[in-house]
């Protein structure tokens, strides 16, 4: 059983930037493929970010394509969203996800693990 804990998020003013973390704990964390989405208020949740469980793969919502990084760090259990120029649309909870299994996902229903969630709020 992996558990997950995202940390990070806050209340910005548009265009500043975030890092968004996610601590891992309970399984071999490298074995996992990560992935971050987020859930605006009144909306579905969406894919924001994915990464390989080597880090050599990546893959992002065009919403945030160029505003954002994921990058992971296998011996610190821990994966990671930068996210640039934050805007309001941005408003949302993020959660990390892990999944047993190789490749880039993009789905939830892909997805073994959820974290709790990491409230992001940006202000215009």
């Known amino acids: 059983q992996v558990q997950l804990v995202e940390s990070g998020g806050g209340l910005v003013q548009a265009g500043d930037s975030l890092r968004l973390s996610c601590a891992a704990s309970g399984g071999t964390f490298s074995m996992y493929a990560m992935g971050w989405f987020r859930q605006a208020p009144g909306k579905e949740r969406e894919f924001a970010a994915a990464?390989?469980?080597?880090?050599?793969?990546?893959y992002y919502a065009d919403s945030l394509k160029g505003r954002a990084t994921i990058s992971r760090d296998n011996a610190k259990n821990t994966v990671y969203l930068q996210m640039n120029s934050l805007k309001p649309e941005d408003t949302a909870v993020y959660y990390c996800a892990a999944a047993a299994r190789r490749g880039i996902l993009a789905k939830g229903n892909e997805y073994d693990y959820w974290g709790q969630g990491t409230q992001v709020t940006v202000s215009s």
């Open positions: 990464i390989s469980r080597t880090g050599y793969s990546i």
